[in-house]
């Protein structure tokens, strides 16, 4: 029994961080590493990232970027949005791009903590999650909300 528990903890946190647990209604925020030069991303930019077309940042560093599996809610709306593709277009532009020998698609994490985590770790590093998720351990660069790549909200900092 008390290995159970900490099973059916680790199953209840796994699953209150799975990227299928977050609801359409809920604004993303696309995160990159703090070290990373940008700011903030247009639409344009954050696109070109994800479909590999920009492969370094302005300094020289290497983009890497992360997504969740297809299917997943949060990806198909990152990719509505952002790429402008359902999930069947997303997968038959990745299948041209290998055919052509172009590379793979973005490297993919199965849940949003290993997304925060990878991201804030990894220079270079961008993804996406809830906006509710994002960590001061990330630095946002985008705002996804209501169909829309929006600049990100100013972050409140605490009075010293």
Known sequence: MRFLLPWLLALTLHGAFAPSTVTNQEPLVVIVNPATSASQLSADRLEAIFTLSQREW???????????????????TFDR????????EVARFWIDRRIRGMGDSPRKVPTIALMLRVVAKLPGAIGYVPESAATPDVKVVALIKDGKVLTPRPVAVAAP
């Open 58 to 76: 302005s300094g020289g560093q290497t983009v890497i970027p992360f997504n969740y599996a297809p299917g997943v809610g949060i990806r198909e």
């Open 81 to 88: 949005v952002v790429l402008g593709m359902n999930s069947e």
